[in-house]
């Protein structure tokens, strides 16, 4: 499933990306951007944010479609409330895709997200509503999976899509990385030099184990010499000697 929608983006920016690049004027591209952030299957839009056909619209009266764009990349509704005295005004489509990016932006610091919370985030004003989008903006879409939990008032996350990564983010992702492969070597290297302790442990033992083994047949070898003589008897002065006999 998770597979289904990622290759489901990956078309969609595909799409997009081949529709830019067929594009020329300011307005055509904005009118794309508009059509993206509406889309109700497209969540990422890193990518497009990277298209040089894009890069057109700066310095243009549709530069803020730029902003648009970046707002639905990385931002959330609470960021675009903050920011709309610079942004134009959002279509229904687009409020309701920022609230689901939204969602999935709070999904990401925590698995319980509290009722109380999430209104004041999605701008909802009751708990019917909150529980209505949740089910049929979120849960239908299939970018969270999760339990409504009426008695404590939170809905826990079981699954949740992904998010584009913020430039700062991604730095911190490859630190992350980075150390953990630094780690990985570390521990390998560990590894490998108790192998090669045990396997030269190994060798001591086997060469201890033969050299037992060869006094073992040597002792052998004198306790049979040792019990030959002792059957042997001999006669000496008219006496006769009898030895002890070493195997009983």
């Not at 920016?13 to 300011?26: D, E, P, V």
């Not at 809905?155 to 990564?165: H, I, S």
Request: proline fraction near 3%.
């Amino acid at each position: 499933m998770a597979m289904d929608a990622e290759r489901r983006q990956a078309e969609l920016i595909g799409q997009f990306s081949a529709q830019a690049a067929a594009l020329s004027s300011a307005p055509q591209l904005a009118a794309l951007v508009l059509e993206a952030t509406s889309h109700p299957a497209l969540f990422a839009f890193s990518e497009l944010l990277t298209l040089p056909a894009l890069s057109k619209l700066a310095g243009t009266q549709y530069a803020s479609s730029l902003d648009v764009l970046r707002l639905f990349a990385y931002g959330t509704l609470k960021d675009y409330k903050s920011n709309s005295g610079s942004l134009p005004a959002l279509l229904p489509d687009q409020v309701r895709k920022l609230k689901q990016l939204s969602v999935l932006t709070l999904a990401e610091s925590t698995k319980v997200l509290p009722y109380d919370q999430l209104m004041q985030e999605l701008d909802v004003s009751n708990v019917r509503e909150l529980e209505d989008f949740l089910i049929n903006e979120c849960m239908y879409s299939g970018i969270v999976r999760g339990k409504l939990d009426q008695l404590r008032r939170c809905f826990e996350v079981q699954f949740a899509a992904g998010r584009d990564l913020t430039p700062d983010q991604l730095t911190n992702m490859i630190d992350t990385l980075s150390d953990w492969l630094e780690t990985s070597d570390s521990l390998l290297h560990q590894i490998q030099e108790k192998i090669k302790w045990a396997d030269t442990m190994s060798e001591v033992n086997k060469k201890h184990q033969k050299e037992f083994e060869d006094r073992v047949e040597e002792a052998k070898k004198s306790i049979k010499k040792l019990n030959n003589l002792s059957r042997q008897t001999s006669t000496y002065g008219g006496m006769t000697t009898f030895s002890l006999n070493l195997e009983e």
